[in-house]
């Protein structure tokens, strides 16, 4: 049976206060949007349809980069969740199975919630909701149940009597429903109500109503969260970064203070790993067993190996390729750039566009000169490499196998395998002409004093 996704995402998010679409703010490094398409991939899906309304072009151009072969569909008057269901219809022409809708402002769906959701909806039942026990469940429409457990209808609050109300069982606003059956009820829905929209919700009741089964699959309240303002995106990100840290810590690495360390929604952490406080990782980042991440490193886009220590105070961009044992120390940065097995770059340096060998030791204050206003260029160092302390590399260039620079040079030429290179001003000493000028500085002063 193949499986369509519908992602609800036209809605303003007015309480946002913000020019940015609500579905477009991040959680986790990711819009929120995405990790609404996160969960409906893991259903594998023949079709994604995005519908989207307020700012169209941000939210169509976020849902392709994610997913290039993604529907975005443009609900042009917002009349409530049952109609922007049904503007997916058009791009769900001839698909036949199930429809799973979710809404973009939703990030934490579980992929286990959506197999048995599509478990139960195999068991027979036209319809399968999500829904869950919630701690105050205003806001929310309840579900109400048959006799027999069975869903028998969802009231909006505004439209609940006072014992509905009571009810906690709540409306998370995930459904999966045959394709053909969906648009059917959606067509039979009316905007009676005290909102005057036309509510998916009602497609339960009508189907009932036709003597078809549905069912509720039930979750844990924190995956049903959605965003509403910027303090609910805030506690989606406390909730997010809450379960990431103690999931790194169950696949055993080591947090020293675990409520300083940010995670990403896709950052994979090894065992043994230990992670100092106040460590941030962006998207993409991959630190591999044994590795110890230092104080106030910053991670994103970048491949930690084994057993490397990265910090304190490291700035790892994307491209940063950081091979076994390594090191990266203090006010470090890396960009681009392969840092071979066992090689030292401790201190003051930037490295960005660059392959350097294994055990090469790269001195403090060492620059990559890669940028020179247009072009972006390549810097080589081979292995065993010993950068002295201050060399300016101006790439494109070349520093062989085994091969040495003075402190304090520019490099502009290759340097072969195992040769020293010296690129700098020659040095000169002047016997006592230190000690003859600063006299003389001295004279002039008390001179220009007495004058005054
Ligand atoms: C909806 C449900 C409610 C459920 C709650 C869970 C209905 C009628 N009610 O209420 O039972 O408990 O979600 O959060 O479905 N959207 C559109 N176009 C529209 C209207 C909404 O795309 O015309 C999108 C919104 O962007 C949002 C989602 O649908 O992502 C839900 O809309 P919202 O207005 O927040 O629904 P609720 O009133 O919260
Ligand atoms: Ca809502």
């Not at 609900?75 to 409530?80: A, S």
């Not at 219809?89 to 979710?102: M, R, S, T």
């Not at 909701?129 to 009231?155: C, H, K, M, Q």
């Not at 960009?335 to 090689?343: L, S, V, Y």
Request: net charge negative; charged share 20%; proline share 3%.
């Amino acid at each position: 049976m193949s499986v369509a996704v519908v992602i609800l995402a036209a809605g303003q998010g007015k309480r946002m206060n913000s020019d940015l679409p609500k579905v477009l703010h991040p959680v986790a490094s990711a819009p929120l949007l995405h990790h609404a398409m996160r969960s409906g991939a893991s259903l594998e899906p023949e079709k994604t349809v995005v519908v989207a309304g307020i700012g169209f072009d941000a939210v169509k151009a976020a849902a392709l980069h994610f997913d290039e072969n993604a529907k975005v569909v443009l609900q042009k008057d917002r009349n409530g969740t049952g109609h922007a269901a049904a503007v997916a219809e058009q791009a769900l022409a001839g698909f036949d199975g199930d429809i799973f809708v979710l809404y973009g402002d939703t990030p934490f769906i579980s992929p286990e919630t959506l197999a048995k959701m599509q478990a139960v909806r195999r068991q027979g039942h036209a319809i399968v909701n999500l829904g869950f026990e919630a701690a105050d469940p205003t806001g929310y429409g309840r579900l109400i149940l048959s006799v027999d457990g069975t869903l028998a209808a969802i009231v909006e609050e505004k439209d609940a009597t006072a014992s509905q109300r009571a009810i906690t069982l709540c409306n998370s606003g995930v459904y999966c429903v045959d394709a053909t059956l969906l648009f059917d009820l959606l067509r039979q829905v009316g905007n009676d109500n005290a909102q005057g929209e036309f509510y998916i919700t009602d497609i339960v009741k009508i189907a009932r109503d036709q003597g078809l089964t549905t069912a509720v699959v039930r979750c844990d309240e924190y995956e049903t969260r959605g965003v509403n303002s910027r303090a609910e995106l805030a506690q989606a990100e406390a909730i997010f970064q809450h379960r990431a840290r103690a999931e790194a810590m169950d696949n055993g690495a080591t947090l020293t203070d675990p409520e300083t360390v940010w995670f990403a929604y896709d950052t994979v952490i090894g065992r043994d790993v230990l992670i100092e406080p106040n460590v941030v990782f962006g998207p993409d980042v991959t630190v591999e067993s044994g590795a110890h991440i230092r104080a106030f490193s910053h991670l994103e886009g970048c491949h930690v190996s084994q057993d490397c220590v990265i910090g304190p105070y490291a700035r790892l961009r994307p491209g940063a390729e950081i091979a076994d044992g390594a090191k990266i120390g203090n006010f470090v940065e890396v960009k681009a750039a392969r840092i071979g097995e066992g090689a030292k770059v401790n201190h003051l340096t930037y490295i960005g566009d660059a392959t350097i060998g294994e055990a090469a030791n790269i001195g403090a204050g060492t620059i990559t000169c890669n940028y020179d206003g247009v072009f972006k260029h390549q810097t080589e160092i081979g292995a065993r490499a010993f950068i002295g302390s201050n060399t300016m590399l101006v790439a494109p260039v070349r520093v062989g196998d085994d091969a040495l620079t003075g402190s304090g040079s520019v490099i502009t030429e290759n340097v072969p395998d195992g040769a020293l290179a010296i690129g700098r001003g020659k040095q000169a000493n002047k016997p006592g002409l230190g000690l003859r000028l600063m006299n003389k500085l001295r004279q002039q002063r008390a001179s220009k004093n007495e004058g005054s």
